[in-house]
């Protein structure tokens, strides 16, 4: 599986992006899906998350409320819907497709990483 982030950019703080994760060379239907962030001088950590149905959703308690995740399975696609984004919402990006079909926090539990793409909010 190769996992494609995209939608990064910079934006004001109280703005809103919409992240997008594209699966190719097989489907990620049957995996649950989350994203990951990593700050400069960070360590990386869990964002959100959602099982193979697009349903369960778990976020970080820092972005609940603000973040929505989803998925279209027609489209092998994932979702990250972030609104009245803020600086400490600065960071790299990363998608990634689970082991099995749950929604999960914990990064070993992931087994496929798509490269990041950057969002930084201008405060």
């Known amino acids: 599986v190769q996992l494609q982030a995209s939608g990064g950019g910079l934006v004001q703080a109280g703005g809103s992006l919409r992240l997008s994760c594209t699966a190719s060379a097989r489907t990620t239907s049957n995996n649950g899906m989350g994203w990951f962030r990593q700050a400069p001088g960070k360590e990386r950590e869990f964002v959100a998350a959602?099982?193979?149905?697009?349903?369960?959703?778990v976020y970080a308690d820092s972005v609940k409320g603000r973040f929505t995740i989803s998925r279209d399975n027609a489209k092998n696609t994932m979702y990250l819907q972030m609104n009245r984004l803020q600086a400490e919402d600065t960071a790299v990006y990363s998608c990634?497709?689970?082991?099995?079909?749950?929604?999960?926090?914990?990064?070993?539990?992931?087994?496929?990483w798509g490269q990041g793409t950057q969002v930084t909010v201008s405060s």
């Open positions: 990634a497709a689970a082991r099995s079909s749950m929604s999960t926090t914990q990064s070993t539990s992931y087994q496929y």
């Open positions: 959602v099982n193979w149905r697009g349903g369960s959703p």
